[in-house]
């Protein structure tokens, strides 16, 4: 059994900042396994596709969307199993529900969300 469970999303006004996190737990993990897991946060806005924020690859290489490049920095703590996002100089179009993703082997698992809303 894999959990992954979300925090530190809320409301925002622009320019803001928050600092999201994701605690992974269960049997699977140990400090090794998640250190090398691709890991990651996306986002779904309302009426739009859930998009890649930033995530890791194998090993430290990180990714990020375009539009939040500079603003957003991607971390982790392999001895906590956790993974942040902190997001810098919100706007509005940062609104949206925010996922952690993490990937062992050939299965994904998902949190279920913590919402961002920033506002104008």
């Known amino acids: 059994q894999v959990q992954l469970v979300e925090s530190g999303g809320g409301l925002v006004q622009t320019g803001g900042s928050l600092r999201l996190s994701c605690a992974a737990s269960?049997?699977?993990?140990?400090?090794?396994?998640?250190?090398?897991?691709?890991m990651g946060w996306y986002r779904q806005a309302p009426g739009k596709q859930r998009e890649l924020v930033a995530a890791?690859?194998?090993?430290?290489?990180?990714n990020y969307a375009d539009s939040v490049r500079g603003r957003f920095t991607i971390s982790r703590d392999n001895a906590k199993n956790t993974v942040y996002l902190q997001m810098n100089s919100l706007k509005p179009e940062d609104t949206g529900v925010y996922y952690c993703?993490?990937?062992?082997?050939?299965?994904?698992?998902w949190g279920q969300g913590t919402q961002v809303t920033v506002s104008s």
């Open positions: 993703n993490v990937a062992i082997g050939p299965a994904d698992y």
């Open positions: 269960g049997s699977i993990f140990s400090s090794n396994i998640f250190s090398i897991s691709p």
């Open positions: 890791y690859g194998r090993g430290r290489s990180t």
